[in-house]
T-cell receptor
C-alpha cells in the first residue's frame, strides 16, 4: 500500500513570501495526487489534483503543484502567500481505490 | 444545495460500547467514503462505498463496518470501542467514486471514548 510523507509539520511565513510544501509518496504504480486544504473552522476542500497530462497543475487561489514521477514527489507552491492562506494543507495519494493522506502541514502566514 | 452532512457532531461513549455514525452525501453523489482523523494526523481511509457496494477498505479491524443505503446515505459502525478509537470521523462524497475524483467532506463527528 502507498504511503505519503509531508516534510514540514509547521511552516511560518510572512505575507508575500514564497511557499513550497513538500510531499513524497511511496507507490510503484499509477497514482492520482491531490492537495486538500482546511481553513480554520471549515471543511477539508480540494486545492488541486493531478491524474494525467501536464505534470504542472494549477489550482484555486494561485496554488500550483508539480508532479515529478522520478522523485515520487508532488510539491505544492505559491509565489506569494497571503494572510488568508493560513490553514492546514494535506497531500493525498489515491491508488487502487485506497486514498492515503499525509499528516498535514500547518501554514501560518503573519500579516 | 446542502453539502455533506454528518450526525451527530459530537459523541461520548465508554469502552466496549458500539457507535453508529451517519452521513448524507451531496445530492446526486453516489459514492461515500469514511475517514478517521486522529489529532495531529491526516485522515486515514476506512471505507469507500459506491452504489451500495464496498469499493475500498483501509487497514482497520473488523470492529469497523459500514453500509450504504438506496438513497446513498451511509452508516459507519464501530463495535467494542477502544480508547484509541477517539477521533474525528469524516465522511466524504463524490459523484462516481473514481480514483481521480474530487472529494467533498463533511464537518465530521467527534467521537470521544472514555
Amino acid at each position: 500500500a502507498q504511503s505519503v510523507s509531508q516534510h514540514n509539520h509547521h511552516v511560518i511565513l510572512s505575507e508575500a513570501a514564497s511557499l513550497e510544501l513538500g510531499c513524497n509518496y511511496s507507490y510503484g504504480g499509477t497514482v492520482n495526487l491531490f492537495w486538500y486544504v482546511q481553513y480554520p473552522g471549515q471543511h477539508l476542500q480540494l486545492l488541486l489534483k493531478y491524474f494525467s497530462g501536464d505534470p504542472l497543475v494549477k489550482g484555486i487561489k494561485g496554488f500550483e503543484a508539480e508532479f515529478i514521477k522520478s522523485k515520487f514527489s508532488f510539491n505544492l507552491r505559491k509565489p506569494s502567500v497571503q494572510w488568508s492562506d493560513t490553514a492546514e494543507y494535506f497531500c493525498a495519494v489515491n491508488a487502487d481505490n485506497d486514498m492515503r493522506f499525509g499528516a498535514g502541514t500547518r501554514l501560518t502566514v503573519k500579516p | 444545495d446542502a453539502g455533506v452532512t454528518q450526525s451527530p457532531t459530537h459523541l461520548i461513549k465508554t469502552r466496549g460500547q458500539h457507535v453508529t455514525l451517519r452521513c448524507s452525501p451531496i445530492s446526486g453523489h453516489k459514492s461515500v467514503s469514511w475517514y478517521q482523523q486522529v489529532l495531529g494526523q491526516g485522515p486515514q481511509f476506512i471505507f469507500q462505498y459506491y452504489e451500495k457496494e464496498e469499493r475500498g477498505r483501509g487497514n482497520f479491524p473488523d470492529r469497523f463496518s459500514a453500509r450504504q443505503f438506496p438513497n446513498y446515505s451511509s452508516e459507519l459502525n464501530v463495535n467494542a470501542l477502544l480508547l484509541g478509537d477517539s477521533a474525528l470521523y469524516l465522511c466524504a462524497s463524490s459523484n462516481i467514486g473514481s480514483t481521480n475524483e474530487k472529494l467533498f467532506f463533511g464537518s465530521g463527528t467527534q467521537l470521544s471514548v472514555l
